[in-house]
C-alpha cells in the first residue's frame, strides 16, 4: 500500500499563501489520483483538488482561480499552492490517494486564516 506525510499548513493572514505538501511512499505505481480535502470544524469533509496519475486537475469552485495542485514525479510530492487566501479556507487538509484498491487518507494538517 501507500503511506503518506502532509506538511506546510499554518497560521497565516488573509491574502497570504501557504503551500502544502503530500509525499508518497511505498506502492506508489498504483496510484490513480492524489486528491486534497479539508475539513472546518463542525463542517462535512470536502473535495478541495485532484491530480491524476496522468496530471489532470480539477478543482472545487471556491478554490478556483487561487489554489493549484501540482506534482513532482521526482520527489513522489504532490504539492497544494494555496494564494489569496481567505478566513474560510481554515481547516484541517488531508491528502487522500486513491487506487483500484484503496483510498488512504494522511494524517491532516492545519490550516488557519487569520482575518
Known amino acids: 500500500q501507500v503511506q503518506l506525510m502532509e506538511s506546510g499548513g499554518g497560521l497565516v493572514q488573509a491574502g497570504g499563501s501557504l503551500r502544502l505538501s503530500c509525499t508518497a511512499s511505498?506502492?506508489?505505481?498504483?496510484?490513480?489520483?492524489i486528491n486534497w480535502y479539508r475539513q472546518a470544524p463542525g463542517k462535512q469533509r470536502e473535495l478541495v483538488a485532484v491530480i491524476t496519475s496522468g496530471d489532470s486537475t480539477n478543482y472545487a469552485d471556491s478554490v478556483k482561480g487561487r489554489f493549484t495542485i501540482s506534482r513532482d514525479s521526482t520527489k513522489n510530492t504532490v504539492y497544494l499552492q494555496m494564494n489569496s487566501l481567505k478566513p474560510e479556507d481554515t481547516a484541517v487538509y488531508y491528502c487522500?490517494?486513491?487506487?483500484?484498491?484503496?483510498?488512504?487518507w494522511g494524517q491532516g494538517t492545519q490550516v488557519t486564516v487569520s482575518s
Open positions: 487522500n490517494a486513491q487506487s483500484l484498491y484503496y483510498s488512504k
Open positions: 511505498g506502492s506508489v505505481f498504483s496510484i490513480n489520483s
